[in-house]
């Protein structure tokens, strides 16, 4: 039985090199140093090594990919919260890793608190219902059964009474 094989120092130099450039270039895309943060509900291309066989996820409550060809990744932020993203070759050698931090969505998204009851409204430019991770459960459910409704209607389905 052969003793296992100790990676070359041109490999380990590689990975290295890569592991310092990874950090670089979550920066150039607009994240603070090896963080990429995206905003929830909102979908941030990145790029991994060319190699990458394998995307990992952390908590995927909180995020999820979407591998694509050349090492480019289609990063969704899902609720807020942090947690990371590991790249894998086919071999399973860990190739990178970078945190995920999926932030609140966006500046145009009103919120009203009434007591311990909250809603969530798009204003862009005139207020609709636009239902957030934390807003009240009616309110949040009435919405969300409306959204519903009206895209089945649209899909062609039989929502809410309406027959074809």
Do not use: H, W
């Not at 607009?30 to 963080?35: E, I, K, V, Y």
């Not at 060319?50 to 908590?59: D, F, K, P, Q």
């Not at 480019?72 to 050698?93: E, H, Q, R």
Request: glycine share 10%; with cysteine; hydrophobic share 40%.
């Amino acid at each position: 039985m052969r003793p296992p094989r100790r990676p070359s120092l041109l490999r380990v130099a590689r990975l290295l090199a890569f592991a310092l450039l990874v950090p670089a270039a979550a920066a150039a895309q607009g994240s603070d140093g090896a963080t990429v943060t995206v905003s929830v509900d909102n979908a941030k291309v990145i790029r991994l090594p060319e190699r990458t066989a394998t995307v990992i996820v952390g908590n995927p409550i909180i995020a999820d990919v979407s591998l694509q060809r050349n090492g480019i990744v289609i990063l969704t932020g899902k609720s807020f919260g942090s947690t990371n993203l590991i790249a894998l070759d086919a071999a399973g050698t860990m190739l990178a890793e970078s945190a995920i931090s999926v932030q609140a969505g966006s500046p145009t998204v009103v919120t009203v608190q009434r007591g311990l009851e909250r809603e969530s409204y798009s204003c862009t430019p005139a207020c609709q219902p636009a239902v957030q991770l934390g807003d009240a459960q009616r309110y949040f459910s009435e919405v969300s059964g409306q959204t519903g409704q009206r895209n089945s209607m649209a899909t062609g389905g039989t929502a809410g009474g309406a027959a074809r």
